[in-house]
């Protein structure tokens, strides 16, 4: 074991404050990273304060890790000491489910194990997260980074980038389909960053006139005022596929109406109140709703490669570990564009 530095969660009223904890040794098969970004995801802010009920304190969170190797064990083949490399919402599963043989990680039949909170398969105690120094993962849960991006801006696409990527490809959105994207926010912006480099007509939904220029900046050739009944109905039973980002409460039925006949939409968002359906939004157009979350290791990957190869990252505002109260409360009042991006280094500067 060795002494890691971060910042974490000890109860739900309390801010997220510098914490020292330990780090097992890598085994063979594990590679240990210095942390360079981590980005910040709203599920940190809802696992910190225990808004899902789940949280076992003391937490470090951070799911969305891009690293630099500073050391590998004797078996590990794919890395080596100074390659640039990241870690995403999952670190281990149980690698034998029918889920993980097809390379769905993220839907394990035993459960994986999550980045952060979630229990370690080695320590028997809980996985702490990317608010750290540095982290420690089996080599099948790590993924290699091009040095061609921006590095504070590639950190978002380990969560908020697979999290859009992952249903776009399953439900295989591509040239000649007209496609929503329901919330210009974390998710959001990827879901149209993505959408468009798919090469389909992407119309964003938002309840914000002031996003409509960064809509279309993003990459959106429509952009709809979800308030406003006219320019929704100018769209009815247009849409092939409509991905909703947006993790409040809100109408699924009249985003249902904008459907064609065997239309989907899929919900990424998680809005902490249950949502109702009306059954006839569905059944008259044979319409399909549902869930998508984060994507397996080689999905991931995968998209990692693309957003290299088209030079697409999160739009991101880097901040120090310091200054993440304030990102938690501005991320609140979506005061934030669009993602905020831990710069670790300033890890050396926080109190101790």
């Known amino acids: 074991m060795y002494m890691c530095t971060g910042y974490a969660a000890q109860a739900a009223d309390q801010p997220v404050s510098p914490f ?7 085994t063979e098969e594990d590679v240990q990273i210095d942390i360079l970004y981590c980005g910040v995801c709203h599920s940190d802010l809802h696992v910190a304060r225990n808004e899902w009920h789940f949280t076992t304190y003391p937490v470090v969170p951070g799911h969305e890790i891009v690293g630099r190797v500073r050391k590998v064990g004797s078996s590990v083949t794919r890395f080596k000491e100074g390659d640039l490399v990241g870690v995403g919402c999952l670190v281990d599963s149980c690698r034998t489910c029918s889920s993980c043989v097809e390379g769905l990680e993220q839907y394990c039949e035993n459960g994986a194990t999550q980045t952060y909170n979630s229990p ?5 105690g809980l996985t702490y997260g990317g608010y750290s120094g540095s982290v420690v993962v089996y080599e099948g849960f790590v993924l290699k980074i091009s040095d061609k991006l921006e590095l504070s801006g590639v950190a978002p696409l380990l969560c908020a980038g697979i999290t859009t990527w992952s249903p776009l490809r399953h439900w295989n959105v591509g040239p000649g389909q007209k496609v ?3 919330g210009l926010g974390g998710l959001g912006h990827m879901g149209v960053k993505f959408a468009r480099a798919f090469g389909a007509h992407v119309v964003l939904f938002t309840t914000s006139p002031s996003k409509i220029e960064d809509g279309l900046r993003l990459g959106a050739h429509e952009v709809v005022v979800s308030k406003n009944e006219d320019e929704m109905k100018a769209h009815a039973g247009s849409l092939d596929f409509i991905l909703d980002c947006v993790s409040a409460k ?3 039925d009249s985003y249902l109406a904008l459907l064609k006949r065997d239309g989907s939409m899929v919900l990424v968002g998680a809005p902490e109140e249950p949502m109702s359906v009306a059954s006839f939004s569905l059944i008259p157009g044979r319409k399909t709703l549902a869930g998508s979350m984060i994507g397996g290791i080689a999905e991931t990957q995968e998209m990692l490669d693309f957003c290299a190869e088209h030079n697409i990252t999160s739009d991101v505002e880097v901040i120090n570990i310091q200054d993440i109260e304030t990102a938690y409360a501005r991320m609140l009042k979506s005061d934030v564009k669009y993602r905020f991006s831990i710069d670790m280094a300033s890890l050396e500067k926080a109190p101790a």
């Open 250 to 252: 809100h109408d699924i």
């Open 20 to 26: 020292t904890f330990e780090r097992r040794d890598p």
């Open 120 to 124: 370690d398969r080695h320590t028997g």
């Open 180 to 182: 929503g994207i329901v």
